[in-house]
């Protein structure tokens, strides 16, 4: 019995040591009314070009992402913001971009095609070469 529980006790300690799968992207949106009366609004969606992976050496995904991505957060705010230029609804600049942070590929991936899906009231404008983490 005893035997059992050092077995248990160190593949939990194991498991808990082993880094974190982390999934990330960023996103910003810009909203432009159309026509107030009608409730009209075009969105604009800024967005990574794909779902970025991460791994977290024993921190939570989201600490993680938010500590490496301060050494490039200058130029990512830059890299949007020029894009975010050419769009008459995108007048305020942009000044805080947190990612988008998942463990799970399948929601992460679930979220980020959602937010790429275009519509007649929505444009996505993917930004390339981001720097990544």
Same mark, same amino acid.
């Given at each position: 019995?005893?035997?059992?529980?050092?077995?248990?006790?160190?593949?939990?300690?194991?498991?808990?040591?082993?880094?974190?799968?982390?999934?990330?992207?960023?996103?910003?949106?810009?909203?432009?009314?159309?026509?107030?009366?009608?409730?009209?609004?075009?969105?604009?969606?800024?967005?990574?070009?794909?779902?970025?992976?991460?791994?977290?050496?024993?921190?939570?995904?989201?600490?993680?992402?938010?500590?490496?991505? @301060?050494?490039?957060? &200058? $130029? #990512?705010? !830059? *890299?949007?913001?020029?894009?975010?230029?050419?769009?008459?609804?995108? @007048?305020?600049?942009? &000044? $805080? #971009?947190? !990612? *988008?942070?998942?463990?799970?590929?399948?929601?992460?991936?679930?979220?980020?095609?959602?937010?790429?899906?275009?519509?007649?009231?929505?444009?996505?404008?993917?930004?390339?070469?981001?720097?990544?983490?």
């Amino acid at each position: 019995m005893i035997r059992g529980l050092l077995v248990c006790l160190i593949m939990g300690c194991a498991a808990m040591a082993r880094a974190q799968d982390c999934y990330y992207y960023w996103v910003h949106q810009c909203i432009e009314v159309v026509d107030a009366s009608q409730r009209q609004l075009q969105q604009y969606v800024l967005i990574s070009p794909a779902v970025n992976y991460l791994q977290a050496e024993g921190q939570q995904c989201s600490d993680a992402v938010s500590e490496r991505q @301060q050494p490039i957060a &200058t $130029e #990512l705010l !830059a *890299r949007f913001n020029q894009a975010a230029s050419k769009i008459s609804a995108c @007048q305020t600049p942009v &000044t $805080e #971009l947190p !990612a *988008r942070v998942y463990d799970k590929p399948h929601q992460a991936t679930w979220h980020y095609n959602r937010s790429r899906k275009a519509s007649p009231q929505k444009t996505v404008v993917p930004l390339a070469d981001l720097p990544v983490l």
